[in-house]
């Protein structure tokens, strides 16, 4: 049984011009140590994605589908249960820490509070174990800071304090959601090389939601490509990104800064841009929701949503030790096919 299954998850905001969907018909499989990327601009639905799962979607947020963890169906489920669940089985890391933490508390009984609320620890064990993980985690001098308050730490030990936090009870499921926010690039790769070995040493699964391509591409073994609410291109990161078999993946890939690239050109060269705007979500086709802003949009791709392809994962072998999870690879596009196998750029 996968630890979590997703299956047709939808979402629905109230907006100024009446109800939107802001995700649509998400179906997704998460395996016990396995690692998921969800990639996309900024509005395509991650952060929602992830609220969804751990039940903190906004009030007048509709959903519907199913969310699995484990069997246990978690749509639908009141909020007491939802507690016992939250930080105890399943755990985040949010984008600012900031506004993680309470700033009225110290972040020694901010560490020690979800083991005494899911572990049922007293003080002064509550107190070692949370002195354990801020060790662990690279706060220095733990013992002396416990007392210490989130303002008086900087960015990147307040990341690694909200990181405590999720892991202090060893949850099965581990979703970071864009975790190296406003952080500098030393401090980013410390923050992920942390969380990785964090997964690794407890078997743990992780979804980490990013919109940088060069993060997946370390971090993940699979992902899913979010656009306007939708997964457009989904498989093994690898198998993804060496045949990008979707218009929006492949303009992601075309619009990323290359070392050198200017210089060659004669420092003229502009960098290239997906054409057009991302709509607002009352405004999104029928069909694709990349159609319109697309150099193959076809009729049929704005009446109704493209079906899905699966294409020759036998192009791209896989290490022996992804193949125990290993999903194929698949995009919603007409022109699938041709762009995977190199005929559309």
Known sequence: MPLLEVSHLSISLQTPRGRALAVRGLDFILERGATLGLIGESGCGKSLTALALMGLLPAHAQVSGSIRLGGEEL????????????????????????????PVHSIGRQVAEPLRLHLGLGERAARERALQLLERVGIRGAQQRYGDYPHQFSGGQRQRITIAMALACGPDLLIADEPTTALDVTVQRQ?????????????????????????????VEQLLVMYGGTVVESGMTEAVFARRAHPYTRGLFAARPQLGASAAAGGRRPLPTIAGTVPELADL???????????????????????AVTLDSARTPLPASLQAWAQPHVARCLSAQAMAAGGAA
């Open 75 to 102: 749509l639908g489920m009141d909020e007491r249960t939802l507690c016992r669940l939250r930080g105890n089985r399943m755990a985040m890391v949010f984008q600012e820490p900031m506004t993680a933490l309470n």
């Open 191 to 219: 923050i992920l090389d942390l969380v990785q070995e964090l997964v690794a040493e407890h078997s743990m699964a992780l979804l980490l939601i990013s919109h940088d391509l060069g993060v997946i591409a370390r971090n």
């Open 285 to 307: 086709p029928a069909g694709c929701p990349f159609a319109g802003r697309c150099t193959f949009t076809q009729a049929q791709c704005m009446q109704q949503t493209p079906p």
